[in-house]
């Protein structure tokens, strides 16, 4: 049986050290000139939030959702558009990137699970690359998965052991880490 195809982006699974995924979430701006979707893996560019792309050299973490800046009292709203709450991404055309935020979890030390675009048939400890993909404007989920290894972006940690999984096939669900981590911020 083919496993399903639902590219998500990246999902923080645990934290190595065993603490709660949603204590490590930060907030950093966004910089100008691209969409951001949840599950995107992002780095840094002049100290702000960019999405991330084939073969960067590290990663600052995982887009899990986005905030609107208040201009009166500089505090962050929820993770929604007030203006338009069908919008579930950050919409770069529609939005202007000094008011908004993206809320992440840190790659340091994090297990992120994604979905494979190919039969890549890795064993724990094998290196793979990030496959950038534009995310779904529809969902706001992100559509970025992880092919053959050229820049080693990742090294496989865990195969979910999930009905629907088979490693031997395309879209394989696997865990994975970082291997060059963002510490700008840590």
């Known amino acids: 049986m083919a496993n399903p195809d639902r590219p998500r982006g990246f999902t923080p699974i645990k934290h190595t050290s ?10 950093i701006g966004v910089t100008d000139g691209t969409d951001l979707f949840v599950g995107d893996m992002l780095n840094l560019a002049s ?10 050299s590290s990663f600052l973490g995982v887009a899990v959702g986005f905030g609107k800046i208040d201009p009166m009292t500089g505090s962050i709203g929820s993770a929604a558009n007030p203006v338009n709450l069908n919008i579930i991404y950050y919409d ?23 979905q494979s675009n190919a039969d890549l048939d890795l064993a724990i400890g094998d290196p793979c ?10 969902t706001g989920l992100s559509l970025q998965e992880v092919g053959i ?11 979910p ?7 031997t096939l395309t879209n394989t669900r696997y865990f994975v880490q970082v291997t060059q981590t963002e510490t700008a911020f840590d």
């Open 47 to 56: 100290g702000l939030a960019v999405v991330g792309a084939t073969n960067d």
């Open 149 to 159: 290894s050229t820049n080693s972006d990742f090294v496989l940690v865990e195969i």
């Open 129 to 138: 690359d990030l496959v950038a993909t534009a995310g779904s404007t529809t």
């Open 18 to 27: 065993g603490s709660a995924v949603t204590g490590q979430i930060r907030a």
């Open 161 to 167: 052991d999930y009905v629907d999984n088979d490693s």
């Open 92 to 114: 770069d055309s529609a939005s202007t990137h000094t008011d908004y935020v993206v809320f992440y979890v840190p790659a340091r030390d994090m297990i992120f699970e994604v």
